[in-house]
């Protein structure tokens, strides 16, 4: 009787019917070599039962590392969602920003070339005109809303974080005006009304038509005379006389005439008083402008975040 080889794989097909009756004629007892067979793995079948838990480990890793990398994915498609709206957000934000500075930069060019140093008051400060001032203004928004275009378009770190600064510097410094003037009202008081009446001696020079034009319109809308009171321009004149903008019915030389024709309300006081009327909208237009810039610090901040992170997660 011939054995069987111990080197054949353990999973053996079932014998066939010939095979089967063969077997049990040669074990003489109906089945002793079949259930020998399965009950007896040679080798190899030892070696590929051991060698099952160690291949299902790498599939376990390989599954845990998809599962992983899918993930990172999603996370990094999350990130990249978000930059994307927050982006385009700041660009639109930007985009009026720089906008409203080209109007105020226009503004002012066009009061410039037309009304001359308009609106300046102070002699102290004689380049403190409106004009300069919308122009200086306006130049700087459009610098700040520009950076701030370029650097959300392009998704660029370093200029997000330029006009983070910039704006921030820019609050920063309205708070700190807004703080002291409040805390030195009286003082600011004085020294305002001291300063107006030393420009009133430039009223009517040569070179100095935006502060002629300057008095002229707010003695005539205003319906005022003067800083303190009327008796402010007989020091300018050397003479009992004011300009023809303070006359209660204007003509020509009638700053002439009896002080019962002039306007007697102080300049000075009618503008304070009328400020106070529209306190409530004077408080709108800051918190507005406030809420604004914080808002562009916000957006510019966020994003700046955002670069950083998909640079680090998703590089």
């Not at 190899?44 to 890793?61: D, E, L």
């Not at 001291?194 to 009223?203: C, E, N, S």
């Not at 034009?213 to 003479?239: H, K, L, M, P």
């Not at 309300?265 to 408080?283: I, M």
Request: with cysteine; net charge positive; hydrophobic share 45%.
């Amino acid at each position: 009787m011939r054995r069987s080889s111990t080197d054949e794989s353990a999973y053996r097909r079932s014998p066939s019917p010939e095979r089967k009756g063969s077997g049990t004629a040669r074990g003489g007892g109906g089945g002793g070599a079949f259930f020998g067979l399965h009950a007896s793995p040679g080798p190899k079948a030892a070696q590929a039962r051991y060698a099952s838990p160690k291949g299902s480990k790498y599939v376990v890793f390989y599954l845990d590392l998809s599962f992983i990398f899918l993930l990172e994915l999603k996370r990094c498609g999350m990130a990249r969602g978000c930059l994307q709206g927050v982006k385009y957000l700041m660009f639109a934000f930007n985009l009026l920003f720089w906008l409203g500075g080209c109007g105020v930069l226009g503004v002012g060019i066009w009061l410039a070339a037309t009304q001359g140093n308009f609106a300046t008051l102070s002699s102290s400060f004689p380049s403190l005109s409106a004009a300069n001032l919308l122009i200086a203004t306006g130049t700087f928004v459009m610098a700040i809303g520009f950076v701030g275009c370029i650097g959300a378009i392009k998704e660029n770190k370093c200029l997000l974080l330029t006009f983070f600064v910039m704006l921030l510097l820019v609050f920063l410094l309205e708070v700190t005006i807004a703080v002291l003037f409040l805390a030195y009202t009286d003082q600011i008081d004085r020294y305002a009304q001291q300063d107006l009446k030393k420009g009133l001696h430039l009223y009517g020079t040569q070179g100095n038509v935006g502060l002629t034009n300057a008095w002229s319109i707010i003695q005539t809308d205003f319906r005022c005379c003067g800083v303190s009171n009327y008796t402010d321009w007989f020091e300018v004149y050397n003479a009992t006389r004011v300009p023809d903008s303070c006359c209660l019915e204007f003509s020509e030389s009638c700053g002439l005439h009896a002080p019962g024709t002039w306007w007697k309300a102080p300049c000075y006081e009618t503008v304070k008083v009328w400020l106070q009327e529209n306190l409530l909208a004077v408080g709108i237009f800051g918190l507005c402008t406030a809420l604004v810039q914080i808002l562009g610090l916000t957006f510019a901040m966020t994003m700046y975040c955002q670069v950083l992170k998909a640079d680090t997660y998703c590089a």
